[in-house]
């Protein structure tokens, strides 16, 4: 999608679609004044007649060739003025993209950034339309023998109209920051919606060897006998029971002084979960395609990161492999060894996750992070506990902890913390081993964020289990792209500093 600043009269644009909001009562904002007034009066005889109510999401096509240079004219609802937050507001924008991707026009101009939102200003508005209108084109049918016909005709200009030449640079600012945010929320959904078949622990590596060249990330690929001689015991432990190697894979991005700590983000990549010997019942078991949605937010956060050459050193590990049945896979009551010397006694194949990140984790230790945040889906408990709404968000480190939830709140790729009290480590208790990898049925989510606790000694930590937030399941089912807004609005927040 291309984007243009003007500060003209809306009025006088030259485009497919003019976009203009009214709220609830039929109030006109500005740009609906101006293009009610050249266009004889026009929305206010459409208020008259109850065509133009101003509901919240609602969207009325109007065609007006005659009256302005637009030849169509699309009225969006905007809702209560008073009431208008950033949530229903990104409601509203979803609303009218895709009514414009029905009008088959190839470009628009849109002037909503100009409603009045809650705590939001004109460049958080306009970066929450950059977003909107991404996802709205965001199709996935590289797979299909036959694409949509609809691509002929796809919006691919966007028009925004600023009242004040003063506004210009904090609008163009913020479209830089939805694009770039857009443009890793989509990689990482593109790689997630990719089948376990083609979306191999290899093919990620391939993916980062292609930014590596693209965006001039210093890329690193572990192998298997690497990761032995580092005693990766516990993530390699996983991989047995499949036939692709597993990889740890390394990105640097180095936009900060040399001497300056990095960021170090860790993604769960774990390409297909079955299971292994604990296997998964067989409904739904082909989403679990998406256990590697944190690994493929971390690709997703480095895209966006270099794409703004932020000022800051941020790396990015994921650890990826296959979780299979197979006769050398583990088993129940298996005790492995970790990077970090602990012995974990295995009680569920299928809590894997935990078991690959624990030695990523100890290995960015080797890169002595200022912050280190691991994005994993986890965890069902998460998923019963905060739903869709919300990733969870665990941390050892107050300040890490509020950056996130307030990057969280910004992007409105939303967190919610959720306690790391030592009354739930006794529930990791071995008789056996230094550590079990489950904790029984109370507080999963909970004693999972614990288990990781034990392997970041020392250091800034923070955990998103992102496992009710990453992708939609049943007749929906795809991949969000998220906490790539998220991760990417800390990192920008933490390069202001």
């Not at 991707?101 to 306009?126: C, F, I, S």
């Not at 690497?226 to 692709?244: D, F, I, N, Y």
């Amino acid at each position: 999608m291309k984007y243009t600043i003007t500060t003209g009269d809306c009025a006088d644009i030259s485009t497919d679609c003019l976009v203009v909001g009214v709220y609830a009562g039929s109030k006109l904002t500005p740009s609906a004044i101006a293009v009610d007034q050249a266009a004889g009066g026009l929305l206010k005889r459409l208020a008259k007649r109850g065509d133009i109510e101003g509901e919240s999401g609602h969207t009325l096509l109007v065609p007006c060739e005659d009256h302005l240079r637009a030849p169509r004219l699309l009225v969006v609802g905007l809702g209560d003025a008073d009431q208008l937050d950033a949530d229903e507001f990104l409601a509203v924008v979803r609303s009218a993209a895709t009514a414009l991707q029905r009008t088959g026009a190839t470009n628009a101009a849109v002037t909503l950034a100009e409603a009045k939102v809650k705590q939001r200003d004109l460049g958080d508005r306009t970066r929450i339309i950059v977003e909107a209108f991404a996802v709205s084109r965001y199709r996935f049918d590289r797979l299909k023998s036959k694409k949509s016909k609809s691509k002929n005709r796809t919006l691919s200009k966007i028009v925004l109209p600023v009242k004040e030449k003063s506004s210009v640079a904090a609008v163009r600012r913020s479209v830089r920051e939805g694009e770039a945010v857009s443009s890793g929320v989509q990689l990482a959904r593109d790689l997630a919606n990719l089948p376990g078949n083609i979306c191999t622990p290899s093919y990620l590596a391939e993916q980062a060897r292609k930014l590596q060249r693209s965006h001039q990330l210093k890329v690193s690929i572990l192998s298997e006998p690497q990761m032995r001689s580092l005693k990766m015991g516990s993530l390699l432990s996983v991989t047995r029971g499949s036939r692709e190697p597993a990889k740890l894979i390394i990105m640097e991005y180095r936009g900060g002084a040399k001497s300056s700590p990095p960021v170090v983000l860790v993604g769960k990549g774990l390409t297909f979960d079955a299971g292994g010997i604990s296997l998964k019942p067989a409904g739904k078991m082909d989403e679990m395609k998406y256990d590697m949605c944190g690994g493929a937010s971390v690709f997703g956060t480095l895209l966006a990161t270099a794409e703004l050459k932020l000022p800051l050193n941020v790396i990015g590990i994921v650890p990826s492999c296959e979780n299979l049945p197979d006769g050398a896979a583990n088993k129940p009551g298996d005790i492995v060894k970790s990077m970090s010397g602990q012995t974990i006694e295995i009680l569920n194949t299928d809590a894997e996750g935990r078991l690959i990140l624990c030695d990523a984790l100890t290995y960015a230790k080797r890169f002595k992070p200022d912050a280190i945040i691991d994005i994993a889906t986890l965890t069902g408990a998460c998923v019963i506990a905060l739903g869709d709404p919300a990733s969870g968000l665990f941390s050892n480190n107050e300040q890490l902890a509020k950056g996130l939830l307030e990057a969280g709140e910004s992007s409105g790729d939303r967190a919610w913390r959720l306690p790391l009290w030592k009354q739930y480590q006794k529930q990791l208790n071995s008789p056996f081993a230094d550590i079990a990898n489950i904790g029984g049925r109370g507080g999963g989510a909970i004693t999972a964020a614990c288990f990781l606790s034990r392997f970041t000694d020392n250091l800034n930590w923070a955990h998103l289990d992102i496992a009710g937030t990453a992708y939609h399941s049943g007749n929906k089912k795809g991949a969000t792209g998220r906490p790539v807004g998220l991760l990417t609005q800390f990192l920008i927040q933490r390069s202001r500093n």
